[in-house]
């Protein structure tokens, strides 16, 4: 140690003194390497030194930290996502309005009507498809099917899905066999699409809320 | 902004103009009245435009929205086209009301049924014409009942004309004095429960058909909030009983 350093520590033992005095120096927020250097003799004047491998408190703000960041990387992605789904047509107002019906007295809403909505139109497209598979295709049942499609995902805002199903029906009603046919795997592709990025939402919800964050509200 | 009890709002005999005239510039505040469901009777008060009306108990959701709403939703209330949530005066006319939803899709009828919820109403959920026959067979304590027109079995039209019929049958019995007209401590003269088709086609042919069946009006489905709120407004009037 030089000349120098001693003079320094002379000044952090007199500083610490008088802190010890007033209050206990509980942590330290920046480490110095002179601080590094010297840690043992400073201990011994009473200054709490903190190295930066070793520091319990530094860590548990680092922790915090990564934890924020992680809520808030998560939200991100969650509102990104949302976003897209309506830029893309993929959801529309109505889907808004049902997450305006969440509330504390119907904390899953959106989920619930999500989910059987899953079922519903699952089982529909399921029957659809089979039914067009027949010899004898039966079309008045086709459109009875599209037509319940149709209603379910105007209920809950899915757009394009609600849109192909209008398109099918317009074509039905000019006996268009073909243009019904078109529509049918078209209207699978939308399905699964729309299935795969509801779930992706839901799980990124999850997730945020079980990081202690809240989910994003956003105004359309 | 300013939240003031209805109570306080009354008792000192403030009305909007003296309210907006003690702000010298033009900027004057939101107000927010909160209201006893119990006093939605003075329609006059609750139609006024300017008083932005919560209903008691405060809820978290609701104050939230109705902020948002009043802060950000934009000054001219005939912009918000789906008032869905954000319209107090449904709120007002449903608070309580007990209403049976009929919907042979289960997504449609989950969806109707946690809207009208939100506005304060009681519901009762049906999956059919029969099951919605079986809920409004006189007596019954329904207040209204929104009815989907296209149902497999039995379509909305056809379960409306049994309904009136029910409705007729008894009411002749009671003109004749032979059965008594009270149910839940209310006087009945005669049964005609409001029945509102819920429909995806709106045309002119449909509203004809509604009418002509026996019901009362019509509303989009999914709901659209402003003709919501006008079409209810028709039968949920301050001083209407079931009458």
């Known amino acids: 140690m030089n000349i120098q350093d001693l003079q320094n520590l002379q000044l952090i033992q007199i500083a610490s003194e008088r802190i010890r005095n007033v209050e206990r120096p509980r942590s330290v927020s920046s480490v110095s390497p002179f601080i590094n250097n010297n840690s043992t003799i400073l201990s011994s004047c009473g200054v709490l030194c903190l190295n930066p491998t070793q520091e319990s408190i530094n860590q548990e703000g680092n922790t915090q930290r990564e934890k924020a960041m992680d809520v808030n990387m ?11 789904l309506f830029r893309e047509g993929i959801l529309n107002q109505q889907f808004t309005e049902l997450q305006q019906l969440q509330d504390e007295n119907n904390p899953g809403f959106v989920y619930e009507v999500v989910s059987l909505f899953f079922e519903d139109a699952g089982r529909l497209i399921n029957e659809l498809i089979s039914n067009f598979n027949q010899q004898a295709v039966d079309y008045k049942k086709i459109d009875a099917y599209v037509h319940q499609l149709k209603g379910s995902s105007a209920s809950i805002g899915a757009e394009k899905i609600r849109s192909v199903c209008q398109t099918f029906r317009e074509y039905y009603d000019k006996n268009d066999i ?30 945020i809320v079980a990081a202690g964050g809240s989910i994003p509200m956003m105004r359309h | 902004m ?11 005999a403030i009305t909007w103009s003296n309210f907006a005239s003690m702000f010298t510039n033009s900027k004057i505040p939101k ?3 909160l209201a006893n469901p119990a006093l939605k009777n003075n329609s006059q008060f609750f139609q006024d435009v300017n008083l932005n009306i ?40 449903l ?13 449609n009828l989950r969806v109707a049924a946690g809207a009208l919820k939100k506005y304060g109403a009681e519901v009762t959920c049906a999956d059919s014409g029969k099951r919605a026959i079986e809920f409004l067979k006189p007596p019954h304590s329904f207040d209204a009942c929104f009815m989907d027109i296209q149902m497999p079995e039995m379509d ?15 009411n002749d019995r009671i003109k004749r004095d032979e059965v008594c007209r009270e149910i839940n401590g209310k006087v009945i003269q005669s049964w005609h429960i409001p029945i509102l088709a819920m429909t995806a086609d709106v045309i002119q042919a ?16 999914p709901f659209e909030g402003e003709q919501l709120y006008r079409e209810v407004a028709r039968f949920f009037k301050p001083n209407t009983k079931l009458s």
């Not at chain 1, 699978?188 to 992706?200: G, M």
């Not at chain 2, 939703?73 to 949530?85: A, Q």
């Not at chain 2, 608070?95 to 997504?107: E, F, H, P, T, Y």
């Open chain 2, 2 to 12: 300013v939240l003031i009890d209805k109570e306080t709002w009354s008792l000192e």
């Open chain 1, 178 to 207: 073909q243009g019904c046919y078109n529509c049918i795997q078209p209207l699978n592709q939308e399905f699964v699409t729309f299935k795969s990025k509801l779930e992706a939402l839901f799980t990124l919800e999850q997730q």
């Open chain 1, 74 to 84: 998560l939200q991100r992605t969650y509102s990104d996502l949302l976003t897209s």
């Open chain 2, 95 to 107: 608070q309580g009301k007990r209403i049976l939803v009929v919907d042979d899709n289960s997504v």
């Open chain 2, 31 to 33: 107000l927010f009245i």
């Open chain 2, 206 to 221: 449909t509203h004809e058909e509604c009418l002509k069946s026996g019901m009362d009006g019509y509303v989009s489905k």
């Open chain 2, 54 to 93: 919560i209903l008691k108990p405060l809820r978290a959701s609701m104050l939230q929205v109705s902020l948002q709403r009043a802060l950000f939703g934009g000054g001219d209330k005939g912009n918000c086209r789906n008032g869905v949530v954000g319209n107090l005066s449904l709120g007002s006319l």
């Open chain 2, 156 to 170: 909305g039209f056809e379960a409306t004309r049994r309904i009136r019929g029910m409705e007729a049958a008894l």
